[in-house]
């Protein structure tokens, strides 16, 4: 009886909550005499779980009820049910002993609650905190020393916190200038001694890197793997296959080692190649040079036939307006025609030079092609027209004796006309290099561009009457390309910096587009001759409203190096960039006859095919005149055709 | 029937079929139904057939078969084609088959001094080429027994009048010397160089086509001037003698017995150059040219009688297939398309085959087959297409670069030339 602990609780509850929830409401309470006791002490005899009288186990006990037991103990024999004791006494009892007792019904005893347990019943009953040792009211401590100060203050960071200061940048100025002027002057870093350290290691590095060099170690030598193994496993066996692959190789490119399987290690034969490496090793002491390796690294494309194809960077193209024709020049120094239906070669000049602008003449009866290389410029006869209109076309590049000599007082010291000796045509010979050559509409009229001919750098040639004139304008800048009108007589002239536009018939300076780019490269003109594009050598596409102002109505960045030309096409609205870094832009470039209403500018496509060579990309494209087709001629000596 | 299934494949569903011919007696196999693997493709199902066939004779030669199911060529295995033309696999499946079409001979080819640019097989006899170089030729077999002479520039186009009671053939060439010559030789005769007997001349630009009218009375040709001219192949001076006397003077010496002419009429309505004429009936040319449009004419009026437009421009043209009435053509695309004129309503095409990889220059249809035609490119190909399925029946790769033409010659076998100079036979080509 001497300890009754929470553990005897638990098992009295332990005991309770076997019934099942329901059956715990019914539990009767009664407090009773002293005179069950000892099943008390049964259940605290022991630590373990002591087994219930009972064996009924879930069993509702209201099965029970009628009988004379109450159920049955361990070795089956019926537990008699007790006798009851009459109302007055248990009340009696309740009265003067409340919660002494409880019954258990499950095991029909009553069971004694021990004093500890009334006690906390008792104070339970009251409302008060089971154990009287806790004090439900405290003392208060205040832990928190009121009269001291607090060191963090909420207030929001004064603005000096995020403005520089002031003071410190008037410290830094008058350091700087001082610095600047030499007032202040820095104490020049100490020379050390320089010693030699006789005992330091041999290759310190600070020694070597000062002389420019430095201590490359040589490769760690493989250390020996799997393969090594006198008895590597299968998958480091070579097959059969790979052996004769080795023998096609090259002695230098066949691995060293090919790894065998022996079975022992007693069957590993000597090293065959011992006294070969021996040798070797003897023939490097006595400083033999070793012979670098001679392979015949001959390209199999090399040795086939030459097509005819141009064999440097085709710098320039010109389609025929009939569209059958593709005229182009390189830098190799020979001018191609090509059948554009077919692409083959039709016809080949060899000029001599390479080839900087070639054009066709706009008249399609007028078989002629303008071409400019160095400072020559040919105007030939390409004979692919019937008998009639070749017959008219060595008429009209027939030159006279006396023609010359009317020209001679003029101009000889810039050009003068000249009857090719080699090809059938005309060779008009120019004091620069003539970089472009444009038609009129007409045909009769063309001009050229000498960018270094200084007051003669644009001229304008009429074939009919063999004549040349030049533009009684002053440039302001080098010309770079200049194109006729469409329809009316205007010449506009690219220099570097600005387009100027040329009327002819009157001999006045009507216009100047200022596109704003660093250095203009090509000009094209749309056929309705109301618009211009300017490709310039930042990437840039400039397009030129004519009855707007003088400042690009629109910007196009799109390639990311130099523009090599733009084109319009004729009757498409289409025009092309091409470019240094190998591409073309396709854009669809809308002109509307309504005045009100803005050209349309879309991108459409990206041509990329040509390879770069020597920083060149796509040096020429241009449209075919009738079908929604461009060629672009590449620094990789290719023409292509891209249809739609 | 278990015998020649693999043992992996029995586990695989079966179909039902009957294998059924058009063919004659010794390709005729036995038309009971027997069950095979769905998963059989065109192979399987040949050597399915051929072992039928070698059932019936012991010393039969396998040889490829073609599969028709429904009028569909099948081009997939025998599962997956049921199940995308939703054919039920429980009834008995007809399938015909006929010979695969694909040539099972490639001739040693013939090699010219230029690029070959114009062949023609309307003759069994022979095979006709136009070169670069300005001659025709007459091939039999490897030998070329006819040179035509005269041309200035490169043949374009070459093609046979067949006239009605003349004993020697008469062939018509178009050149890039803006002339169209008439030649007449005969060819059992061992002569070997020809003079045309007739220049026309009248075109401005070089000729791209030239095509004969059936009767053999008159040639239309198509040319980079963007018109179409009609010629008469009579040998009599009785038209045209007043241009070819003015003419003959200056030439008197060179030819006496060369005629000019000139044309008749001008079909005018193409703004490009005309790449491609037929003249398919009597009264009906059919134009193809570079400005995306397929016209037909009315010979009578001259008047254009239907306009295609294609949306590329076009390089070859031909007329035929069901009733002679669809049009194929093809261009600067890798798409060959073919029209149904007779469909109203609509200008699209019917079918469009794309296995090409660059520009058409040449399709034909078969003279006899309304399927089969064939399509040449500058992919270095020559397809042979069906229409009853979307792939090539067959690729002939005999060429190295270009295929500038091809024709069909003797109704087996197809002949091409290109910018490898040579002039390719591919024969045993059985159609039907």
Same mark, same amino acid.
């Given at each position: 009886?001497?300890?009754?602990?929470?553990?005897?609780?638990?098992?009295?509850?332990?005991?309770?909550?076997?019934?099942?929830?329901?059956?715990?409401?019914?539990?009767?309470?009664?407090?009773?005499?002293?005179?069950?006791?000892?099943?008390?002490?049964?259940?605290?005899?022991?630590?373990?779980?002591?087994?219930?009288?009972?064996?009924?186990?879930?069993?509702?006990?209201?099965?029970?009820?009628?009988?004379?037991?109450?159920?049955?103990?361990?070795?089956?024999?019926?537990?008699?049910?007790?006798?009851?004791?009459?109302?007055?006494?248990? =009340?009696?009892?309740?009265?003067?002993?409340?919660?002494?007792?409880?019954?258990?019904?499950?095991?029909?005893?009553?069971?004694?609650?021990?004093?500890?347990?009334?006690?906390?019943?008792?104070?339970?009953?009251?409302?008060?905190?089971?154990?009287?040792?806790?004090?439900?009211?405290?003392?208060?401590?205040?832990?928190?020393?009121?009269?001291?100060?607090?060191?963090?203050?909420?207030?929001?960071?004064?603005?000096?916190?995020?403005?520089?200061?002031?003071?410190?940048?008037?410290?830094?100025?008058?350091?700087?200038?001082?610095?600047?002027?030499?007032?202040?002057?820095?104490?020049?870093?100490?020379?050390?001694?320089?010693?030699?350290?006789?005992?330091?290691?041999?290759?310190?590095?600070?020694?070597?890197?000062?002389?420019?060099?430095?201590?490359?170690?040589?490769?760690?030598?493989?250390?020996?793997?799997?393969?090594?193994?006198?008895?590597?496993?299968?998958?480091?066996?070579?097959?059969?296959?790979?052996?004769?692959?080795?023998?096609?190789?090259?002695?230098?490119?066949?691995?060293? =080692?090919?790894?065998?399987?022996?079975?022992?290690?007693?069957?590993?034969?000597?090293?065959?190649?011992?006294?070969?490496?021996?040798?070797?090793?003897?023939?490097?002491?006595?400083?033999?040079?070793?012979?670098?390796?001679?392979?015949?690294?001959?390209?199999?494309?090399?040795?086939?036939?030459? #097509?005819?194809?141009?064999?440097?960077?085709?710098?320039?193209?010109?389609?025929?307006?009939?569209?059958?024709?593709?005229?182009?020049?390189?830098?190799?120094?020979?001018?191609?025609?090509?059948?554009?239906?077919?692409?083959?070669?039709?016809?080949?000049?060899?000029?001599?030079?390479?080839?900087?602008?070639?054009?066709?003449?706009?008249?399609?009866?007028?078989?002629?092609?303008?071409?400019?290389?160095?400072?020559?410029?040919?105007?030939?006869?390409?004979?692919?027209?019937?008998?009639?209109?070749?017959?008219?076309?060595?008429?009209?590049?027939?030159?006279?004796?006396?023609?010359? @000599?009317?020209?001679?007082?003029?101009?000889?010291?810039?050009?003068?006309?000249?009857?090719?000796?080699?090809?059938?045509?005309?060779?008009?010979?120019?004091?620069?290099?003539?970089?472009?050559?444009?038609?009129?509409?007409?045909?009769?009229?063309?001009?050229?561009?000498?960018?270094?001919?200084?007051?003669?750098?644009?001229?304008?040639?009429? #074939?009919?009457?063999?004549?040349?004139?030049?533009?009684?304008?002053?440039?302001?800048?080098?010309?770079?390309?200049?194109?006729?009108?469409?329809?009316?007589?205007?010449?506009?002239?690219?220099?570097?910096?600005?387009?100027?536009?040329?009327?002819?018939?009157?001999?006045?300076?009507?216009?100047? #587009?200022?596109?704003?780019?660093?250095?203009?490269?090509?000009?094209?003109?749309?056929?309705?001759?109301?618009?211009?594009?300017?490709?310039?050598?930042?990437?840039?596409?400039?397009?030129?409203?004519?009855?707007?102002?003088?400042?690009? =109505?629109?910007?196009?960045?799109?390639?990311?190096?130099?523009?090599?030309?733009?084109? =319009?096409?004729?009757?498409?609205?289409?025009?092309?960039?091409?470019?240094?870094?190998?591409?073309?832009?396709?854009?669809?470039?809308?002109?509307?006859?309504?005045?009100?209403?803005?050209?349309?500018?879309?991108?459409?496509?990206?041509?990329?095919?040509?390879?770069? @060579?020597?920083?060149?990309?796509?040096?020429?494209?241009?449209?075919?005149?009738?079908?929604?087709?461009?060629?672009?001629?590449?620094?990789?000596?290719?023409?292509?055709?891209?249809?739609? | 029937?278990?015998?020649?299934?693999?043992?992996?494949?029995?586990?695989?569903?079966?179909?039902?079929?009957?294998?059924?011919?058009?063919?004659?007696?010794?390709?005729?196999?036995?038309?009971?139904?027997?069950?095979?693997?769905?998963?059989?493709?065109?192979?399987?199902?040949?050597?399915?057939?051929?072992?039928?066939?070698?059932?019936?004779?012991?010393?039969?030669?396998?040889?490829?078969?073609? $599969?028709?199911?429904?009028?569909?060529?099948?081009?997939?295995?025998?599962?997956?084609?049921?199940?995308?033309?939703?054919?039920?696999?429980?009834?008995?499946?007809?399938?015909?088959?006929?010979?695969?079409?694909?040539?099972?001979?490639? %001739?040693?080819?013939?090699?010219?001094?230029?690029?070959?640019?114009?062949?023609?097989?309307?003759?069994? /006899?022979?095979?006709?080429?136009?070169?670069?170089?300005? $001659? /025709? *030729?007459?091939?039999?077999?490897?030998?070329?027994?006819?040179?035509?002479?005269?041309?200035?520039?490169?043949?374009?186009?070459?093609?046979?009048?067949?006239?009605?009671?003349?004993?020697?053939?008469?062939?018509?060439?178009?050149?890039?010397? *803006?002339?169209?010559?008439?030649?007449?030789?005969?060819?059992?005769?061992?002569?070997?160089?020809?003079?045309? $007997?007739?220049?026309?001349?009248?075109?401005?630009?070089?000729?791209?086509?030239?095509?004969?009218?059936?009767?053999?009375?008159?040639?239309?040709?198509?040319?980079?001037?963007?018109?179409?001219?009609?010629?008469?192949?009579?040998?009599?001076?009785?038209?045209?003698?007043?241009?070819?006397?003015?003419?003959?003077?200056?030439?008197?010496?060179?030819?006496?017995?060369?005629?000019?002419?000139?044309?008749?009429?001008?079909?005018?309505?193409?703004?490009?150059?005309?790449?491609?004429?037929?003249?398919?009936?009597?009264?009906?040319?059919?134009?193809?040219?570079?400005?995306?449009?397929?016209?037909?004419?009315?010979? %009578?009026? /001259? *008047?254009?009688?239907?306009?295609?437009?294609?949306?590329?421009?076009?390089?070859?043209?031909?007329?035929?297939?069901?009733?002679?009435?669809?049009?194929?053509?093809? /261009?600067?695309?890798?798409?060959?398309?073919?029209?149904?004129?007779?469909?109203?309503?609509?200008?699209?095409?019917?079918?469009? $085959?794309?296995?090409?990889?660059?520009?058409?220059?040449?399709?034909?249809?078969?003279?006899?087959?309304?399927?089969?035609?064939?399509?040449?490119?500058?992919?270095?190909?020559?397809?042979?297409?069906?229409? *009853?399925?979307?792939?090539?029946?067959?690729?002939?790769?005999?060429?190295?670069?270009?295929?500038?033409?091809?024709?069909?010659?003797?109704?087996?076998?197809?002949?091409?030339?290109?910018?490898?100079?040579?002039?390719?036979?591919?024969? %045993?080509?059985?159609?039907?």
């Amino acid at each position: 009886m001497g300890f009754f602990n929470h553990q005897n609780l638990m098992k009295i509850h332990y005991q309770k909550k076997r019934n099942s929830d329901k059956k715990k409401n019914k539990v009767s309470m009664k407090s009773v005499g002293d005179d069950i006791i000892p099943a008390v002490e049964e259940s605290d005899s022991s630590e373990d779980e002591v087994a219930p009288r009972n064996t009924i186990g879930n069993a509702p006990l209201n099965f029970y009820t009628d009988e004379e037991h109450i159920g049955y103990d361990i070795s089956g024999k019926k537990i008699k049910k007790q006798a009851r004791k009459d109302m007055l006494e248990a =009340f009696l009892a309740r009265s003067d002993y409340p919660w002494n007792t409880i019954y258990d019904e499950y095991n029909d005893e009553e069971v004694e609650i021990p004093k500890e347990w009334r006690k906390l019943i008792r104070r339970y009953l009251k409302g008060k905190t089971p154990h009287a040792d806790v004090d439900p009211y405290p003392e208060y401590v205040d832990w928190v020393k009121h009269d001291a100060k607090h060191p963090l203050s909420n207030a929001p960071d004064p603005k000096r916190r995020f403005i520089p200061s002031k003071s410190e940048h008037k410290e830094v100025l008058r350091l700087v200038t001082g610095i600047r002027k030499g007032h202040i002057k820095f104490e020049p870093p100490k020379e050390e001694k320089r010693v030699y350290d006789l005992w330091g290691e041999d290759s310190s590095s600070t020694d070597k890197a000062r002389h420019g060099l430095r201590y490359i170690p040589p490769p760690k030598m493989k250390l020996p793997g799997h393969e090594e193994s006198y008895n590597p496993s299968l998958e480091y066996i070579p097959t059969q296959e790979e052996i004769d692959s080795y023998e096609l190789m090259y002695e230098e490119d066949r691995p060293k =080692f090919i790894p065998r399987r022996y079975d022992s290690l007693r069957k590993v034969p000597a090293y065959d190649k011992y006294l070969l490496e021996s040798f070797d090793r003897c023939l490097d002491l006595v400083l033999r040079p070793r012979v670098g390796k001679k392979r015949i690294n001959i390209d199999p494309e090399s040795l086939k036939p030459k #097509l005819p194809s141009h064999n440097d960077a085709v710098t320039t193209i010109s389609v025929h307006v009939s569209g059958q024709w593709l005229a182009s020049g390189s830098k190799d120094g020979t001018v191609r025609i090509w059948e554009v239906e077919t692409g083959r070669c039709i016809k080949m000049w060899d000029v001599g030079e390479a080839v900087s602008c070639v054009a066709w003449n706009p008249v399609p009866e007028c078989l002629i092609l303008a071409i400019s290389a160095g400072q020559d410029v040919l105007v030939l006869n390409t004979g692919l027209g019937s008998a009639e209109e070749q017959q008219r076309v060595s008429e009209l590049l027939n030159i006279g004796a006396p023609s010359e @000599t009317d020209n001679a007082d003029k101009s000889t010291s810039i050009m003068s006309w000249l009857q090719h000796d080699k090809h059938e045509g005309i060779w008009l010979k120019h004091i620069k290099t003539v970089t472009s050559v444009v038609w009129h509409r007409k045909g009769d009229y063309f001009s050229i561009v000498m960018p270094n001919g200084d007051s003669r750098a644009v001229l304008v040639h009429q #074939l009919s009457k063999k004549f040349t004139q030049r533009i009684p304008f002053k440039l302001h800048g080098h010309p770079v390309s200049s194109v006729f009108h469409p329809s009316r007589r205007i010449l506009f002239i690219a220099t570097k910096k600005c387009v100027r536009v040329y009327d002819l018939s009157k001999g006045k300076l009507i216009k100047k #587009l200022e596109p704003g780019v660093r250095e203009i490269s090509s000009i094209a003109i749309h056929p309705a001759g109301d618009n211009i594009i300017v490709g310039s050598r930042e990437g840039k596409v400039c397009w030129f409203d004519m009855d707007l102002s003088s400042q690009p =109505f629109k910007k196009l960045r799109c390639h990311p190096k130099d523009i090599t030309n733009v084109a =319009f096409h004729r009757s498409y609205p289409l025009f092309a960039a091409s470019s240094e870094d190998g591409t073309a832009y396709v854009l669809h470039g809308m002109v509307y006859s309504d005045l009100n209403k803005n050209p349309l500018i879309v991108p459409l496509e990206i041509l990329r095919g040509h390879t770069t @060579t020597d920083g060149r990309g796509v040096i020429d494209c241009t449209f075919h005149p009738r079908q929604p087709w461009l060629f672009t001629a590449g620094s990789d000596s290719v023409i292509k055709l891209y249809c739609h | 029937m278990e015998a020649m299934v693999p043992e992996e494949e029995v586990e695989t569903r079966r179909v039902q079929v009957r294998f059924t011919t058009k063919l004659k007696a010794p390709l005729k196999a036995p038309t009971t139904s027997i069950a095979i693997p769905s998963n059989l493709t065109r192979l399987g199902l040949s050597s399915v057939v051929n072992n039928l066939l070698k059932a019936g004779k012991s010393d039969w030669e396998p040889q490829p078969f073609d $599969f028709l199911i429904d009028g569909e060529l099948v081009r997939m295995s025998l599962e997956q084609f049921l199940l995308a033309k939703g054919i039920s696999a429980e009834r008995v499946l007809e399938i015909e088959y006929i010979k695969a079409v694909a040539p099972r001979k490639h %001739e040693e080819p013939s090699l010219h001094d230029d690029w070959v640019s114009a062949v023609s097989g309307s003759n069994p /006899g022979f095979v006709l080429t136009g070169c670069y170089d300005g $001659f /025709g *030729r007459v091939w039999k077999g490897r030998s070329c027994t006819h040179i035509l002479e005269g041309h200035g520039d490169a043949i374009t186009s070459i093609s046979t009048i067949n006239k009605k009671g003349a004993e020697s053939t008469h062939v018509a060439t178009a050149s890039k010397d *803006r002339t169209v010559r008439l030649w007449k030789f005969d060819a059992e005769e061992p002569m070997n160089k020809v003079r045309a $007997f007739k220049i026309l001349r009248g075109h401005s630009s070089s000729v791209q086509s030239v095509a004969p009218q059936p009767s053999g009375e008159m040639v239309c040709s198509g040319s980079w001037d963007s018109t179409i001219n009609l010629w008469r192949t009579n040998e009599s001076d009785t038209d045209g003698d007043l241009v070819s006397v003015k003419k003959r003077k200056v030439n008197s010496q060179a030819e006496e017995s060369q005629l000019e002419g000139e044309a008749v009429s001008s079909l005018v309505g193409h703004t490009q150059c005309v790449s491609s004429v037929v003249w398919p009936e009597e009264r009906t040319i059919y134009s193809a040219s570079w400005d995306h449009s397929i016209k037909s004419w009315d010979v %009578e009026t /001259g *008047r254009d009688v239907l306009s295609l437009f294609c949306g590329k421009a076009l390089n070859g043209l031909d007329v035929g297939g069901d009733s002679s009435a669809l049009i194929a053509a093809g /261009g600067s695309d890798p798409v060959l398309r073919i029209w149904d004129p007779r469909k109203s309503g609509s200008s699209a095409p019917v079918f469009q $085959f794309a296995s090409h990889s660059s520009w058409i220059t040449a399709c034909k249809w078969h003279d006899s087959s309304r399927q089969h035609l064939l399509s040449s490119s500058y992919d270095g190909k020559v397809m042979l297409w069906d229409l *009853r399925t979307a792939w090539p029946l067959s690729v002939i790769e005999s060429h190295k670069d270009k295929v500038l033409c091809a024709d069909w010659w003797r109704g087996d076998s197809v002949v091409s030339g290109g910018a490898d100079s040579n002039l390719c036979i591919s024969s %045993e080509v059985s159609i039907l």
